[in-house]
């Protein structure tokens, strides 16, 4: 995906590489520090070792969240089959319509094949949106609220206000806040 909101431009784009020994390293360091480790991107499910590296990191006694856009759900299906992952944050990106404009990506589909996944599974998760007003109206976001309710999504549907003060990935400009009007109730973010 080449979402113009990305806040890790340089991830997506391919720098900013460690070398998988770093980060073990790293970990081995803080074991009596930390509790879990968070696997993110860019989309941490596309790298190829990506369930090697979540089963190592839960070998060392760590607890593991992934935050993802839902475009591998048969990664997402094995990691909670192998009772790999502890947490799972969904990034839900617009309705179909709305997909490749915010995207660059014609990914709904897995993305719902993903939801299925979670909401069949024990897993915890939540499922969130980042939200610029060049994007996103408020009836896009009351209709992707119906729709996750729908699908039987039941927890918290939680809304990330863009903000414009870190490099992107595109030239969005700033986004104005939108009161949101719910059938749950008023969302201010």
């Not at 980060?23 to 803080?30: A, M």
């Not at 990691?79 to 990914?107: C, G, H, Q, R």
């Not at 939540?126 to 119906?146: F, G």
Request: hydrophobic content about 35%.
């Amino acid at each position: 995906m080449r979402c113009g909101y990305c806040y890790n431009p340089e991830i997506v784009l391919g720098k900013g590489k460690l070398s998988w020994e770093h980060v073990q390293d790293f970990l081995i360091s803080r074991r009596q520090m930390l509790d879990g480790v968070v696997f993110s991107g860019g989309e941490c499910t596309i790298h190829p070792q990506a369930i090697p590296f979540v089963r190592e990191v839960k070998k060392m006694g760590f607890e593991v969240k992934i935050d993802t856009n839902g475009s591998r759900p048969e990664v997402i299906g094995q990691m909670i089959e192998e009772n790999l992952l502890d947490y799972v944050a969904l990034d839900f990106k617009a309705m179909p319509e709305n997909y490749w404009k915010v995207t660059k990506s014609d990914l709904f589909s897995t993305f719902e094949k993903s939801l299925e996944i979670l909401i069949q599974s024990k897993v915890g998760f939540e499922v969130r949106t980042t939200v610029h007003s060049d994007q996103l109206t408020t009836s896009d976001l009351q209709a992707m609220e119906t729709w996750l309710r729908g699908k039987g999504y039941p927890g918290t549907y939680y809304l990330q206000h863009f903000r414009g003060d870190k490099q992107t990935l595109g030239e969005l400009g700033e986004s104005r806040k939108p009161v949101l009007k719910t059938e749950a109730g008023v969302w201010r973010n």
